[in-house]
């Protein structure tokens, strides 16, 4: 089992920055890929961003490209996504995702993942 903790969510102005963390416990955490996916009110979970497990290779939604950064820091079992440039469309419940890695490769789907967290809320206001 891996248990997961999102923080750092919260009310921003649109423009500003948010950093998320999620903290990881159970498990070795270095085997695990990484993922922050989000739900706006009234639609489905989707793929924001996700890491491998060494943090060398990224890969995200193309409506965040270029705002948001996901790293991880194996040493502190946590990952981050700091999102800069934030729109009142990335307003959503955040939630970081955890599955087992052997090759990375990208995973865009919420049933690929086996672990999640609570979530934590973000909203941009315009």
């Known amino acids: 089992q891996v248990q997961l903790v999102e923080s750092g969510g919260g009310l921003v102005q649109a423009g500003g920055s948010l950093r998320l963390s999620c903290a990881a416990s159970?498990?070795?955490?270095?085997?695990?890929?990484m993922g922050w996916f989000r739900q706006a009110p009234g639609k489905e979970r989707t793929f924001v961003a996700d890491?491998?497990?060494?943090?060398?290779?990224?890969y995200y939604a193309d409506s965040v490209k270029g705002r948001f950064t996901i790293s991880r820091d194996n040493a502190k079992n946590t990952v981050f996504l700091q999102m800069s440039g934030l729109e009142p469309d990335d307003t959503a419940v955040y939630y970081c995702?955890?599955?087992?890695?052997?090759?990375?490769?990208?995973?865009?789907?919420?049933?690929?993942?086996?672990?999640w967290g609570q979530g934590t809320q973000v909203t941009v206001s315009s």
């Open positions: 890491i491998s497990r060494s943090g060398k290779t990224t």
């Open positions: 995702a955890a599955r087992p890695e052997i090759f990375f490769n990208t995973a865009r789907s919420d049933s690929q993942y086996d672990y």
């Open positions: 159970g498990r070795t955490f270095s085997n695990y890929a």
